[in-house]
């Protein structure tokens, strides 16, 4: 069975600080990995793919298969950073989205 | 163009009612995807569509619980006999068909279901 594990549901920052969000997957095939956001008000929607190996708002995440980790992270958190983020991971094809529980990240002035 | 929409975005029910869901896709999206995000549970797969397959029900979780996807578009989830334990907020997504990767999920605002 696959499994997405965010360990943290809140990590609170301050502005400037690095910010790590921590998101460790169990799959027996090759995944394919996923950042979702979702922001005060708004619908979620896809911040960034490992396939990409893009930055995205400055954000960046590397699968890591050794040990099974899909971390996300920012060197200088900002405040509009605030939000849900959702690790997700699907076996590939367009198929259904497996999720982590989400860490709420909250970025102090 | 518009995005995924969902209807209505809240609905109040009395347990055991039944309800309908709305989604409208993105015109063109021929894979549509049903998830319940409740408290304490995350974002919970319900089902997929993808054309004219036939759906992946493997998450729906308990028979109260059906959908359908007219002429390849709209779709409603019905919960039938709701229960307390159905109050959640209701997704919908949609994506291109795409055989090579996973294409983008877009979602919808969601349908908030409470259940008295």
């Known amino acids: 069975a696959q499994r997405v594990t965010q360990p943290e549901k809140l990590l609170s920052v301050f502005k400037g600080a690095p910010v790590e969000l921590k998101c460790n997957y169990s799959y027996s095939g090759s995944p394919e990995l996923f950042w979702y956001v979702q922001y005060s008000r708004q619908r979620l929607q896809l911040l960034l793919r490992h396939i990409s190996r893009e930055s995205i708002k400055g954000f960046t995440a590397d699968l890591n298969k050794g040990e099974t980790s899909f971390h996300l992270k920012k060197p200088f958190a900002q405040e509009e950073d605030s939000a849900m983020y959702y690790c997700a991971l699907t076996g590939g094809g367009g198929n259904k989205l497996t999720f982590g529980t989400g860490t709420q990240l909250k970025v102090e002035l | 163009g518009a995005g995924v929409s969902q209807s209505p975005s809240n609905k109040v029910t009395e347990k055991g009612k039944d309800v309908e869901l709305r989604c409208d896709p993105i015109?063109?999206?021929?894979?549509l995807y049903w998830y319940r995000q409740s408290l304490g549970q995350g974002l919970e797969f319900l089902i997929y569509f993808q054309g004219n397959s036939a759906p992946d029900k493997s998450g729906l979780p308990s028979d109260r619980f059906s959908a359908e996807r007219t002429g390849g578009s709209v779709s409603t989830l019905t919960i039938q006999r709701t229960q307390q334990e159905d109050s959640a907020v209701y997704l919908c997504?949609?994506?291109?068909?795409?055989?090579?990767?996973?294409?983008?999920?877009?979602f919808g605002p969601g349908t908030r279901l409470t259940v008295l």
């Open positions: 997504a949609s994506s291109l068909l795409n055989t090579l990767s996973t294409d983008t999920q877009y």
């Open positions: 015109s063109g999206h021929t894979a």
